[in-house]
């Protein structure tokens, strides 16, 4: 499978709690992107990384948001003490500088996260 | 701030009829607009874009006709199919500038019926 990969797929937190979800992007893609979607909305631009350097982050990121890319290659979100209003769709997108920043633009399935 | 507005929300096509759906922006710096199609439970997919450097881009049964002066930009499909049903996002960006950070709409649901 060369898409990108996101875990878990579904998620279901009681408020408060932490979560952390994961991306893999496609091999050869050293841009990363991390999108919120609600319902009836389009996606919502989070934060983006070029290789392991997070180069932008949204106002929409507050304090209890950070995103990880280690190495390089997958990365990590982390929601802490999550709120009812964090309900929603995460989704990861690659991409390659090759060519351009939106040169094969792939997004994955996402992880719907549902805090009660 | 919404920069990107789409519309319809949701639109109704009988199959093989033509199917439009309309963007406009505010950013004039925006260099690069995409179309994307979801489906329920999935990731958005891209279906075509354009540069502003031409007024049409066409392929297959899916057409962006782009207006500069007007800071607007729609997608058409033609001989929709009830496989076509689904939610179109479309996105703006500034590549060079901001690294391919997609700015989106607010979506039209559509459903073709057969």
């Known amino acids: 499978d060369t898409g990108v990969s996101q875990d878990p797929r579904h998620k279901i937190t009681k408020r408060g709690q932490n979560v952390t979800f994961r991306c893999d992007p496609i091999s050869e893609h050293n841009r990363l992107y991390w999108y919120r979607q609600t319902l009836g909305q389009g996606p919502e631009f989070l934060t983006y990384f070029q290789n392991e350097a997070q180069l932008e982050k949204s106002r929409l990121l507050s304090d209890r948001f950070s995103a990880e890319r280690p190495k390089g290659s997958f990365s990590t979100l982390e929601i802490q003490r999550t709120e009812q209003g964090d309900s929603a769709m995460y989704l990861c997108a690659s991409s390659s500088r090759t060519g351009g920043a939106h040169y094969g633009y792939t997004f994955g399935s996402g992880t719907r996260l549902t805090v009660v | 701030q919404q920069q990107v507005k789409q519309s319809p929300q949701s639109l109704i096509v009988q199959k093989g009829g033509i199917s439009i759906i309309n963007c406009a922006y505010e950013n004039t710096a925006f260099d690069y607009f995409p179309w994307y199609q979801q489906f329920p439970g999935k990731g958005p997919a891209l279906l075509i874009a354009?540069?502003?450097?031409?007024s049409e881009k066409k392929e297959g049964r899916f057409t962006i006709s782009f207006n500069k002066s007007a800071k607007q930009f729609s997608l058409h499909i033609m001989d929709s199919q009830p496989g076509d049903s689904a939610t179109y996002f479309c996105a703006a960006s500034r590549e060079y500038n901001q690294g391919g950070k997609l700015i989106f709409g607010q979506g039209t649901e559509l459903s073709v019926k057969p």
């Open positions: 354009i540069r502003p450097d031409v």
